[in-house]
């Protein structure tokens, strides 16, 4: 028995390090994406003078920063837990989102004031096709990233990476947008389309860091988890004979991992040993269930309506 738990331990702490290994080359990745972009477009911008074009820019600029904090965020998330942090380190990831939204909240308002300024005082839009090209080679490289980071949060269920995903998800739509206002602006003439995508392109960029700001708050308040997953832990505890009940079910998360609290009913007639028995069999299942969750069971003695004592008339 103790040779299985052993071999346990060792094959979650394999998975622990390949998981971090995914969260930080995904963060590598992430930063040298934004920064090769950041280039591209600087460029593409200061020769087209593109209204929507500057948002992407800014967009990406803002990818890079944002890249950087998930980077350092990630790295002390993966700090093992120590005696003045018995939890761990996790909530250094929803600590970087929230910062991501703000700094993606900033950008989208200022970006709508320089689209109000254009629309007031339309200018036109030069060398449309190179901004084109560039907003295609955008695209490209984002869809790349995403793709890998979707990979990456799938493995670890890294939250400060799923923020970052989303956030590079909607650089894509970003994109495409830009290219249909260079179309309209330098091949139709419609000035306007430019700073009228461009404003479209700050609502939705707002909107991303709204959703982004609302989960790192659910999880730096200890949230509890979404009602799927908890009727999925009642099921695995409900699933054991020898368990009459469970009550005090309490649940949160930090980072990739969760926290599983709850109060098994027994029959009191049982052991203390066989009552350890049943408590350890129903936190691996919940471990199998939930990989790499944190799971504290108590035991208590199953009292039926019967048996309950009644005072008073």
Same mark, same amino acid.
């Given at each position: 028995?103790?040779?299985?738990?052993?071999?346990?331990?060792?094959?979650?702490? %394999? /998975?622990?390090?390949?998981?971090?290994?995914?969260?930080?080359?995904?963060?590598?990745? !992430?930063?040298?994406?934004?920064?090769?972009?950041?280039?591209?477009?600087?460029?593409? &911008? &200061?020769?087209?003078? !593109?209204?929507? %074009?500057?948002?992407?820019?800014?967009?990406?600029? +803002?990818?890079?920063?944002?890249?950087?904090?998930?980077?350092?965020?990630?790295?002390?998330?993966?700090?093992?837990?120590?005696?003045?942090?018995?939890?761990?380190?996790?909530?250094?990831?929803?600590?970087?989102? +929230?910062?991501?939204?703000?700094?993606?909240?900033?950008?989208?308002?200022?970006?709508?004031?320089?689209?109000?300024?254009?629309?007031?005082?339309?200018?036109?839009?030069?060398?449309?096709?190179?901004?084109?090209?560039?907003?295609?080679?955008?695209?490209?490289?984002?869809?790349?990233?995403?793709?890998?980071?979707?990979?990456?949060?799938?493995?670890?269920?890294?939250?400060?990476?799923?923020?970052?995903? @989303?956030?590079?998800?909607?650089?894509?739509?970003?994109?495409?947008?830009?290219?249909?206002?260079?179309?309209?602006?330098?091949?139709?003439?419609?000035?306007?389309? /430019?700073?009228?995508?461009? @404003?479209?392109?700050?609502?939705?960029?707002?909107?991303?860091?709204?959703?982004?700001?609302?989960?790192?708050?659910?999880?730096?308040?200890?949230?509890?988890?979404?009602?799927?997953?908890?009727?999925?832990?009642?099921?695995?505890?409900?699933?054991?004979?020898?368990?009459?009940?469970?009550?005090? +079910?309490?649940?949160?998360?930090?980072?990739?991992? #969760?926290? #599983?609290?709850?109060?098994?009913? %027994?029959?009191?007639?049982?052991?203390?040993?066989?009552?350890?028995?049943?408590?350890?069999?129903?936190?691996?299942?919940?471990?199998?269930?939930?990989?790499?969750?944190?799971?504290?069971?108590?035991?208590?003695?199953?009292?039926?309506?019967?048996?309950?004592?009644?005072?008073?008339?």
């Amino acid at each position: 028995m103790a040779r299985a738990d052993a071999a346990a331990d060792q094959r979650q702490r %394999l /998975d622990a390090r390949r998981a971090g290994r995914l969260m930080r080359l995904a963060t590598y990745a !992430s930063v040298a994406a934004a920064s090769v972009l950041i280039v591209v477009k600087l460029g593409a &911008w &200061w020769l087209t003078d !593109s209204v929507s %074009l500057l948002s992407s820019l800014v967009n990406s600029l +803002l990818d890079a920063a944002a890249s950087l904090v998930t980077l350092l965020a990630v790295r002390q998330s993966l700090v093992p837990a120590d005696r003045e942090h018995r939890f761990g380190h996790g909530k250094a990831e929803p600590l970087a989102a +929230l910062l991501q939204s703000g700094l993606i909240g900033g950008s989208a308002v200022l970006l709508a004031i320089e689209g109000l300024h254009r629309l007031i005082q339309p200018q036109v839009v030069q060398q449309g096709t190179l901004g084109i090209g560039v907003m295609v080679f955008s695209i490209l490289v984002t869809f790349a990233l995403t793709r890998f980071q979707r990979y990456v949060v799938r493995r670890t269920g890294s939250r400060a990476i799923a923020a970052d995903a @989303l956030h590079y998800l909607s650089d894509l739509l970003t994109s495409g947008a830009v290219i249909v206002a260079l179309v309209l602006a330098s091949e139709f003439g419609l000035l306007r389309a /430019d700073p009228l995508i461009g @404003l479209g392109v700050a609502c939705f960029i707002l909107y991303s860091a709204y959703r982004i700001g609302r989960d790192a708050l659910d999880i730096l308040m200890d949230r509890e988890l979404p009602a799927e997953d908890r009727e999925r832990i009642l099921q695995v505890v409900r699933s054991h004979d020898e368990v009459l009940g469970i009550h005090d +079910l309490k649940t949160r998360s930090s980072g990739s991992r #969760i926290f #599983i609290q709850l109060h098994l009913e %027994l029959d009191g007639s049982l052991t203390l040993y066989r009552a350890h028995a049943v408590a350890e069999t129903v936190e691996s299942d919940l471990q199998t269930a939930f990989p790499g969750a944190e799971v504290i069971i108590h035991q208590d003695p199953y009292v039926s309506a019967e048996e309950t004592p009644h005072y008073g008339a």
